[in-house]
């Protein structure tokens, strides 16, 4: 029984310290849609532009039909 006990205390500390650690904060690795542009250059240069503002730590185009670029950034939090 005692050891029962001490099993489910263990594992609700776990699961409210995962949540503790987790609340507000996003992965390294999470990337957000951040525009449409018209070319592969457009693209690049809109996520070249937001490292010197600081605005995003890294960026990347995915293609999309019609000759268009999806600009995906990884923003700073």
């Given at each position: 029984?005692?050891?029962k006990f001490f099993v489910?205390?263990?594992l609700a500390a776990t699961v409210v310290g995962g949540?503790?650690?987790g609340a507000g904060t996003a992965s390294a690795a999470t990337f957000v849609p951040a525009g449409v542009y018209p070319s592969i250059n457009a693209c690049a240069d809109a996520g070249?532009?937001?490292f010197p503002q600081g605005r995003w730590v890294g960026w990347r185009?995915?293609?999309l039909s019609g000759g268009q670029y999806l600009l995906w950034v990884q923003p700073t939090y």
């Open positions: 029984m005692l050891k489910s205390a263990a949540i503790g650690l070249n532009a937001g185009c995915e293609a």
